[in-house]
């Protein structure tokens, strides 16, 4: 398989799968045209569009793109079903896509609905992890966020975080912010400024890197936990992924 991220809007990466026999698959297109682009110049016929959540910059071009190509099969959370999703997906589901078995994962957080594809090494999550932070809380809450992200770090080191919006720099900026002698997250921050000038994308990334660099996988962590000042309000993790949100959310 070729993995193939295709810049669209102002900071989203709309993902492709490449089979390398001319098909593919789609994930979350917020416009069309790029991607049609993409499908011209690469002499691509995609077989599927994978949905994880219902917002318009993850969903806007699906329609578009069936006009072009109506064999194309659409997946996604029952929260897609007016956005053109065909065939619903819920947690525990495995399905063949793109000639690939796909675990799916319920990742509720960003939104109620939102699902996360998973067939090694590849990890479509969406909105819910980003290389260094994690989605906004827009309908869920922080624990089910939480919890998402714990179900998530069950996978392998290698997992390739395939996630949906250029947003490293900043996330690294604000957790420098909150551990300013990490020299893991302080040398990243640096490969990614290196990146961004010539260009280049900072994703996907691994999870073994997201479990060194990203504060939201590391709530257990006594060193961030002193350095976020703690106090015998917060008791539990989840606790600790609320406050570093709250603290995101204003930085």
């Given at each position: 398989?070729?993995?193939i991220s295709i810049?669209?809007?102002?900071?989203?990466?709309?993902?492709l799968?490449?089979?390398?026999?001319?098909?593919?698959?789609i994930?979350?297109p917020?416009?069309a045209?790029?991607?049609?682009?993409a499908l011209?110049?690469r002499?691509?016929?995609p077989?599927a569009?994978m949905l994880?959540?219902?917002?318009?910059?993850h969903v806007?071009?699906?329609?578009?793109?069936?006009?072009r190509?109506?064999?194309v099969?659409?997946?996604g959370?029952?929260e897609?079903?007016s956005?053109?999703?065909?065939?619903?997906?819920k947690?525990?589901?495995e399905v063949?896509?793109?000639?690939?078995?796909?675990?799916?994962?319920?990742?509720p957080?960003?939104t109620l609905?939102?699902?996360?594809?998973?067939s090694a090494p590849y990890?479509f999550c969406?909105?819910t992890?980003f290389?260094?932070?994690?989605?906004?809380?827009f309908?869920?809450?922080?624990?089910?966020?939480?919890?998402?992200?714990q179900?998530l770090?069950?996978?392998?080191?290698?997992t390739l975080?395939?996630?949906?919006?250029e947003?490293?720099?900043?996330n690294l900026?604000?957790?420098?912010?909150?551990l300013?002698?990490d020299?893991d997250?302080s040398?990243?921050?640096?490969?990614?400024l290196?990146?961004?000038?010539?260009?280049q994308?900072s994703?996907p990334?691994?999870?073994?890197?997201?479990?060194k660099?990203?504060?939201?996988?590391?709530?257990h962590d006594v060193d961030l936990q002193?350095n976020?000042n703690?106090?015998?309000?917060i008791?539990?993790d989840w606790?600790?992924?609320?406050l570093?949100?709250?603290?995101k959310d204003?930085?």
């Open positions: 398989m070729n993995l810049p669209a809007l102002q900071d989203n990466y709309i993902w799968l490449d089979d390398q026999n001319g098909h593919c698959v994930v979350d917020g416009e045209e790029p991607v049609l682009e011209g110049k002499h691509l016929t077989t569009i994880t959540h219902h917002h318009h910059d806007g071009g699906v329609r578009a793109i069936i006009e190509f109506p064999a099969t659409v997946y959370p029952e897609t079903l956005k053109g999703a065909q065939i619903i997906l947690n525990g589901d063949e896509i793109g000639g690939v078995n796909w675990a799916i994962f319920a990742t957080g960003h609905g939102h699902i996360s594809y998973y990890l969406g909105d992890m290389s260094a932070g994690c989605g906004r809380l309908e869920g809450t922080a624990e089910q966020m939480y919890q998402s992200f179900r770090a069950e996978l392998p080191d290698e975080v395939c996630c949906a919006h947003y490293t720099v900043s900026k604000f957790a420098r912010s909150i300013p002698d020299s997250i040398a990243h921050e640096e490969t990614v290196d990146k961004r000038k010539k260009g994308s994703l990334t691994t999870l073994g890197l997201e479990r660099i990203n504060l939201f996988l590391r709530c002193n976020l703690i106090n015998e309000s008791t539990t606790q600790v992924f609320a570093l949100r709250h603290l204003s930085f």
